[in-house]
């Protein structure tokens, strides 16, 4: 990296990380989110947002300092009340319990060394990966000279096998298939793919949530809605989601 490289870095690393840490910390929180919002934010902050889709370095150090951040946040949940948002965290906690230690708040004060031990892990594996993909970078950057159909038929191959060999079900290679097809659809006629890709990580969760829900009010649907809090949030929601038009009737000229 030259000096033009840090100084257009400093800040996407700043904005990334701030993004990240929350989300990771939140017990239904993940990397995919905070990843794409600072990549949105930096294209919409940058000097140049034309360079953005070109090898823009903002769009590579913010998404990536929030994917990091976000990593290390999921210990937050995981160590104070012992719930793994991540795969990872969950390999962790069956690793806990097998050794019979208990995560909750408790577990800073009897288990100081594990907790310190695993915070200093987290230093060690970030300076490891950067011995790593310094060195390793021209062989990385050699991959985009493949020419795109292999790299178009590869990622099929793998994103259909990865599908079909989680439940063995050919109705996820047809939902494979539709998303691929409407995602292909929106990026050929300009539309935003993000919503799409969000969508796609969030609807598992939601209706895994959901049924929890109903379970824990005995199939009472009015168990979704919940009390003044909820309400409160399903108000603010609303009004993201409506803010854009109402925001071109307001600016409307009379």
Same mark, same amino acid.
């Given at each position: ?9 400093? %800040?996407?690393?700043?904005? /990334? ?11 239904? /929180? ?12 930096? %294209? &919409?902050?940058?000097? &140049? ?6 090898? +823009? ?7 990536? $300092?929030?994917?990091? +951040? ?5 210990? =937050? ?7 793994? $948002? ?34 200093? *892990? ?8 950067? @011995?790593?993909?310094?060195?390793? +970078? ?27 060999? @989680?439940? $063995? ?8 298939? @539709? ?13 935003? =793919?993000?919503?799409?890709?969000? /969508? =796609? ?21 009015? /168990? ?5 809090? *909820? ?15 109402? %925001?071109?009737?307001? &600016? &409307?000229?009379?």
């Amino acid at each position: 990296m030259g000096a033009e490289d840090w100084r257009r870095s400093w %800040k996407p690393w700043l904005r /990334g990380t701030a993004l990240g840490f929350p989300f990771g910390a939140l017990p239904a /929180g993940g990397a995919e989110i905070p990843t794409f919002l600072s990549y949105a934010t930096e %294209k &919409r902050l940058a000097e &140049r947002p034309e360079e953005f889709g070109n090898g +823009a370095i903002e769009g590579v150090a913010g998404p990536e $300092a929030a994917n990091n +951040a976000s990593a290390a946040g999921t210990l =937050v949940p995981m160590l104070a009340i012992g719930l793994p $948002a991540t795969a990872v965290s969950a390999v962790m906690l069956a690793a806990f319990e097998s050794y019979g230690i208990q995560p909750g708040p408790l577990l800073f004060e009897r288990q100081p060394t594990l907790v310190w031990t695993l915070i200093a *892990s987290l230093f060690v594996g970030n300076l490891l990966l950067l @011995v790593l993909n310094l060195p390793l +970078a021209p062989a990385w950057a050699r991959l985009l000279r493949i020419p795109r159909p292999y790299l178009y038929a590869g990622i099929l191959f793998f994103a259909s096998m990865g599908a079909y060999a @989680v439940n $063995a079900q050919p109705f996820d290679l047809i939902l494979l298939l @539709v998303l691929g097809l409407l995602g292909f659809g929106m990026r050929r006629f300009g539309l935003p =793919v993000l919503p799409l890709i969000v /969508g =796609v990580i969030l609807g598992p969760r939601a209706e895994l949530q959901g049924r929890r829900s109903l379970q824990l009010s005995g199939g009472d649907l009015s /168990g979704l809605l919940g009390g003044p809090v *909820s309400y409160t949030v399903y108000a603010v929601i609303l009004i993201l989601l409506a803010w854009p038009l109402i %925001k071109r009737f307001v &600016r &409307r000229p009379s």
